[in-house]
């Protein structure tokens, strides 16, 4: 993921992850709240570091997309 510089510009991420033909293998929407109980500051980059793994998806709030998203790579 990339650097997430501001603590208060949304209030869902979007998370996906592709395999090596661009296809997904998993997608979430995550509540920011989650995303931030989960990052850790770099203070070199002055920005947030957060890490999208499997137990994510698990975290109360979060929504996992990766089906509606395949329908629509399906059409």
């Known amino acids: 993921m990339s650097a ?5 510009g949304f209030d869902i991420l979007a998370g996906v992850l592709f395999n090596d033909d ?3 293998i998993r997608a979430a ?3 920011a709240s989650v995303v931030f109980e989960r990052t ?5 980059t ?3 570091k957060f890490y ?3 137990d994510v998806w698990d975290a109360p709030g979060v929504s996992d997309v990766t089906e509606r998203l395949r329908a629509v790579e399906q059409a």
Do not use: N
């Open 4 to 8: 997430i510089r501001s603590t208060d």
């Open 22 to 24: 661009f296809c997904v």
């Open 29 to 31: 929407l995550i509540p």
């Open 40 to 44: 850790s500051f770099v203070d070199y």
């Open 46 to 48: 002055k920005s947030h």
């Open 52 to 54: 999208l793994r499997d």
